[in-house]
């Protein structure tokens, strides 16, 4: 079993920054592929951010398109810590954020249907 732990969300006005940061633990291997999603009320999850590594041992990113070059993705600590720098937020933005995992796949098919393991989530409330 993986446990993923988020932290970070809050309330912001538009225009402002959060980071939001993902714990990873127990039977983890750095080789999975870390994710965020986001559901905002009455809506359906949806993919946020991406990262994995490709087989120089670099990082490799996706993102959703509304939210490229406002957020970035990176991970540490052998690869334990996943984190997602919020810049420039909208009041779109405002969802629940999660923390997700999946064994290694291709980071062109992470979908929810495929995410292996859920953090609880945490609220980002962005006022305009």
């Known amino acids: 079993q993986v446990q993923l732990v988020e932290s970070g969300g809050g309330l912001v006005q538009a225009g402002g920054s959060l980071r939001l940061s993902c714990a990873a633990s127990?039977?983890?291997?750095?080789?999975?592929?870390m994710s965020w999603f986001r559901q905002a009320p009455g809506k359906e999850r949806e993919f946020v951010a991406a990262?994995?590594?490709?087989?120089?041992?670099?990082?490799?990113?996706r993102y959703l398109d509304s939210v490229k070059g406002r957020f970035t993705i990176s991970r540490d600590g052998a690869k334990a810590w996943v984190y997602l720098q919020m810049n420039s937020l909208k009041a779109e933005d405002t969802a629940v954020y999660y923390c997700?995992?999946?064994?290694?796949?291709?980071?062109?098919?992470?979908?929810?249907?495929?995410?292996?393991?859920w953090g609880k989530g945490t609220l980002v409330t962005v006022s305009s």
């Open positions: 997700a995992a999946a064994r290694s796949i291709p980071l062109s098919w992470v979908e929810p249907s495929r995410i292996d393991y």
């Open positions: 127990g039977h983890f291997f750095s080789s999975y592929v």
């Open positions: 990262i994995s590594t490709d087989i120089t041992g670099r990082d490799i990113m």
